[in-house]
């Protein structure tokens, strides 16, 4: 048994890899199949994870929502450094559904006060003002959430890669093309050669829909 959780990345993008276009708009790259497989693999998760700039831009519920319904949703985790969660956001309004955690940094105010309803807040800052996705993937073992689906956003993403948290990839592509200036998938990691790039190995390839799903194991 492991000290922290595992991590599946979640990915839906186009042929070239964007999530959206430069303006921000993501919906939908991929078809009602695709999406619903992603909702199978939300709940056969624990918990959901996904970055504040995910809430702020989308307002995304997180749930589960399978047929039938499963009979527990996932834990759904925000990872939010600044306590910038809105108050109003659906997640927040939602803890009656399931429940619903903000994974901040370091704050000298309690962020109870700043919520309504039965958030939850682990402080798991790296000391610099930043989540730290090692002591994130830590609390959430330690609450007994083995398993977690990570949705991004880029920069999300992008920090569980470079820390080598990530064990497995879901990737949805579309048959579509954004160009380069849409967003990105996963944002810069910040390499300075390629052998310092991770290595990984395509385990299945399925098509959904009109989609193709690959599933890539770390190397």
């Known amino acids: 048994m492991t000290a922290r959780a595992t991590v599946t990345l979640k990915i839906a ?24 497989k992603a909702h199978e693999m939300r709940a056969a998760h624990d918990a959901v994870l996904v ?8 307002d995304p519920l997180l749930t589960a929502r399978t047929v039938p319904l499963p009979e527990k949703q996932p834990v759904r985790i ?35 006060a700043s919520y309504p309803g039965d958030l939850q807040f682990w402080p798991v800052g790296d000391g610099k003002g930043r989540v730290s996705p090692a002591e994130l993937l830590r609390r959430a073992r330690a609450e007994s959430l083995d398993r977690i689906f990570l949705e991004g956003g880029g920069q999300l993403a992008a920090s569980f890669v470079g820390a080598g948290l990530v064990e497995r990839i879901e990737w949805f592509r ?46």
């Not at 993008?13 to 199949?33: C, F, H, K, Y």
């Not at 380069?180 to 390839?205: N, R």
């Open 174 to 219: 579309a048959p579509i093309l954004l160009g380069g200036d849409g967003i990105p998938a996963i944002a810069p990691l910040g390499l300075s050669s390629i052998d310092a790039a991770s290595h990984w190995t395509l385990s299945s390839t399925e098509a959904v829909g009109g989609d193709i799903l690959e599933t890539w194991l770390k190397a």
């Open 51 to 58: 970055g504040v700039g995910t809430v702020v831009a989308d």
């Open 78 to 112: 925000v990872a939010d450094s600044r306590l910038r969660t809105p108050a109003e956001s659906r997640l927040v309004q939602s803890t009656a559904t399931g429940r619903v955690v903000i994974a901040h940094a370091e704050t000298a105010t309690t962020p109870e």
């Open 13 to 36: 993008t186009s042929l070239d890899s964007r999530i959206a276009l430069s303006n921000g708009v993501s919906q939908w790259i991929t078809g009602p199949e695709a999406r619903a």
